[in-house]
């Protein structure tokens, strides 16, 4: 516990910039430094041991269904010295990531489903657009964007107003299926481009590998691979946290 570090010193053990070491301080990421007469910060082992727990938990970043705030909620408990609570938490983020997993398989498997008349559709007329949105209990402006991304395209009555067909509410079904699974919509419209040219597709492959002239955002959409390496984090994160309070649940700051 007598090892004190440097600002530097801690980037070097870490492999990052000072800067940010000073950054994970100011977000409370780390425990606040001492300060030496001359005004240096001096870190700990508790320091070093923190900034590695928090450096695992950004390894994967998955924004859905509120996951990245509880990631932080566990660092910074385990930064202020409550590794109870933040192995707690750290449980409850594991479930979730369980749950997400299983969202995401289920989303694939209705896609199949549908994609070979498994599904069927309960009606046999054309829907409005206010229909379509009661029927699949999703709202207005959700189809309206669907739309505009191009995930489906309406036909038209002679009065302008929108028609959706039996097969318009298939694909619908999946959109929203996937959605609620939180794929992105570009991973979506890939699945669906794909469906049209060939109906006997592996879903879970395409949904899961970006085109290559698609963007680096659009690159890191793969959600099931990210949701698997999520879990491996955070398991390791548990153990590390279980650790640091053996270590340091007597340690002074």
């Not at 301080?25 to 700990?44: H, M, Q, S, T, W």
């Not at 508790?46 to 859905?64: G, N, P």
């Not at 698997?228 to 955070?234: D, F, T, Y």
Request: with cysteine; net charge neutral.
């Amino acid at each position: 516990m007598a090892n004190i570090y440097k600002t530097a010193e801690v980037a070097s053990i870490i492999g990052v910039h000072p800067n940010t070491v000073r950054l994970y301080e100011k977000l409370n990421l780390i425990p606040k430094a001492k300060r030496l007469d001359n005004g240096y910060r001096v870190f700990n082992e508790f320091h070093i041991e923190q900034f590695k727990l928090a450096r695992t938990a950004f390894k994967v970043e998955i924004l859905q269904n509120g996951l990245r705030k509880k990631i932080i909620n566990i660092i910074k408990t385990s930064a202020m010295g409550d590794f109870e609570k933040a192995i707690e938490y750290c449980d409850d983020y594991i479930n979730q990531l369980n749950r997400e997993e299983k969202n995401a398989e289920e989303a694939i498997e209705l896609a199949k489903k549908i994609i070979l008349g498994e599904e069927e559709i309960e009606n046999q007329i054309s829907f409005t657009r206010k229909q379509v949105a009661d029927y699949l209990d999703v709202t207005i402006d959700t189809l309206r964007n669907w739309e505009m991304n191009g995930l489906l395209s309406v036909k038209r009555k002679e009065n302008g107003y929108r028609i959706y067909t039996e097969e318009d509410i298939k694909i619908l079904k999946i959109i929203r299926s996937l959605r609620c699974a939180n794929y992105s919509i570009a991973s979506i419209l890939r699945m669906l481009n794909e469906i049209s040219k060939n109906s006997n597709i592996d879903i879970r492959a395409v949904i899961d590998t970006p085109n290559k002239d698609e963007d680096i955002v659009t690159a890191c959409d793969k959600l099931l691979t990210s949701i698997n390496k999520a879990e491996e984090n955070a398991k390791f994160m548990m153990k590390q946290l279980v650790s640091m309070k053996e270590k340091f649940n007597n340690f002074t700051i």
